[in-house]
């Protein structure tokens, strides 16, 4: 039995030890993954965006604020975008669909060629007698002052890309501006067997640009970062090794 418990506590001090290496090696997000082997992954919790690590309110230059004024016997108060109630967001909270639509193409072919020979030859074979004294004939080269240089080169260049993307991402405003104009950031994941689709929208929109069904495209956010990606088992068969790209990043050749 000794022997036995000797044995089973020799496996786990490899095991731990093994995990370890992976955990330096790969990241300790490796551990994660190996235990979540043969299970879908897990889509991450509803959170507020303001509370995640990292985030910062975005401040953009701002117009003098306007100082509201109210006639007697008026429906119409200054300020306002609309004589009855706007049922678009515009406030802290309120939801917007944001319509994804992308079509990029790019074709783009550079080519630059230079090439450049110069040449001198004096014609001159004994420069004031030196090819009479031994030791200078020996150094100096049949003909004196006679030389010559070659340079070429060739650059090409080529980009041909294309990439389009149309979906639909529901919003919340997370900031309302000092000019009115609204902060907005949404997030979508979606789960399709073993792997997750992810798609992240945020920037800056104006209410006037939201449509009257609550819907603003995606051409109109200004400083807007769209991100679509995922993550699974196709995403790490398409991803090289942690070693690969430890080895990208310090070979220098």
Known sequence: MSSFSSAFRLRRIAISALLLASCALGGCSSIDRLSQIGEQPKLAAIDNPTTQPGYKPVQMPMPKPEVASYNPNSLWRNGSRAFFKDQRAHQIGDLLTVTVNITDKANIANETQRSRTNSENSQVTDFLGAKTITQANKILPGSLLTAGSTAAS????????????????AAVVTQVLPNGNLVVEGKQEIRVNYEIRELVVAGIVRPEDIQSDNTIDSTK????????????????????????QVMDVLLPF
């Not at 956010?221 to 690969?244: E, H, S």
Request: net charge positive.
């Open 221 to 244: 956010i200004a400083q807007a970062r769209i991100a679509y990606g995922g993550r699974g088992q196709i995403m790490d068969v398409q991803q090289p090794r942690y070693g690969q």
């Open 154 to 169: 060739d650059g090409k260049g080529s980009v041909n890309r294309t990439e389009a993307l149309q979906t639909n991402v």
